[in-house]
């Protein structure tokens, strides 16, 4: 059974970070893209970072620059580190498969940016 335990998520300014991790079983994080979504209230799921088996990252627009996809093959997590938060930000964040369909989601982690 596969299963992501996000956690990292918090209350902050604009202009503040937050590094977000996940823990994975059931599948090992580099054999897969892996990647961060995010769902902000009233809006669709979308992809905001991807990381390949190999290496290679995509970013969203909005995010290029601020925020970095990493992962840990050893303790098998994957990482979200985000800069320079801004209120537009705000959304649970999920991490799961990012390409070939989604596996079930987990419970996410709540990222809140405001002055």
């Known amino acids: 059974q596969v299963q992501f335990v996000e956690s990292g998520g918090g209350s902050v300014q604009p202009g503040d970070s937050l590094r977000l991790s996940c823990v994975v079983s059931?599948?090992?994080?580099?054999?897969?893209?892996m990647g961060w979504f995010r769902q902000a209230p009233g809006k669709q799921r979308e992809l905001v970072a991807r990381?390949?088996?190999?290496?290679?990252?995509f970013y969203v627009d909005s995010v290029k620059g601020r925020f970095t996809i990493s992962r840990d093959n050893a303790k098998n997590t994957v990482s979200l580190q985000m800069n320079n938060l801004k209120p537009e930000d705000t959304a649970v964040y999920y991490c799961?498969?990012?390409?070939?369909?989604?596996?079930?989601w987990g419970q996410g982690t709540q990222v809140t940016v405001s002055a």
């Open positions: 799961n498969r990012a390409v070939d369909g989604p596996y079930d």
């Open positions: 059931g599948i090992k994080v580099n054999t897969y893209w």
């Open positions: 990381l390949s088996s190999g290496g290679t990252t």
